[in-house]
């Protein structure tokens, strides 16, 4: 286990487009300790939520006086409102939570965090609403890769329980 392992997964952590998806493989197919990579990663990705809220509540008022970066939050914001809004006005933070805890693109801490706070959520609810969310989605990839080093594809440990079930 190098240090380049523990900063490439850890930076894939708090990256928007991978967060856990992209650490915690990376860690642990390179040789990290299992719980040392979920607690990691998950750790970093805890990070994203609080940060995302203070930077909502402080420089992105600053930097919205730039057209370009008008633009550009306008569509995330809008994005991430569409994405985060069914969920919430049916299930308040429980949906928030379940949103973020499906480990799939764009359904991550920052989506769900920008989500809730273009919908006015309550900032500390919704940090612990993510946050759960965040330590569900790092435990379904983790019982994923189990899977997959058990020899299950995705595919196949779903079709094989389906086959299973009829017969």
């Not at 990705?45 to 057209?67: D, E, G, Y």
């Not at 989500?115 to 309550?122: C, K, N, T, Y």
């Not at 500390?124 to 330590?135: D, Q």
């Not at 435990?139 to 058990?150: E, H």
Request: glycine share 10%; charged share 10%; aromatic share 14%.
């Amino acid at each position: 286990m190098t240090f380049e392992i523990f900063l490439l997964s850890g930076l894939l952590s708090i990256f928007p487009l991978s967060e856990l998806r992209g650490g915690l493989p990376v860690a642990v197919l390179n040789g990290m300790d299992p719980v040392i990579a979920y607690l990691f990663c998950v750790m970093l990705n805890l990070l994203v939520s609080p940060a995302a809220f203070l930077f909502m509540n402080t420089l992105h008022k600053i930097l919205l006086r730039f057209t370009w970066y008008k633009n550009i939050s306008e569509k995330l914001l809008n994005r991430a409102r569409k994405k985060v809004e069914q969920g919430v006005s049916k299930f308040g933070y429980i949906g928030l939570t379940l949103f973020v805890s499906i480990p799939l693109p764009f359904t991550g801490a920052y989506t769900g965090t920008l989500g809730a706070w273009v919908l006015g959520m309550d900032p500390k609810k919704s940090i612990i609403a993510v946050s759960i969310g965040v330590m569900i989605a790092g435990g379904l990839i983790m019982l994923f890769m189990w899977l997959a080093s058990l020899g299950y594809g995705f595919a196949e440990f779903f079709f094989q329980n389906q086959q299973g079930s009829h017969g």
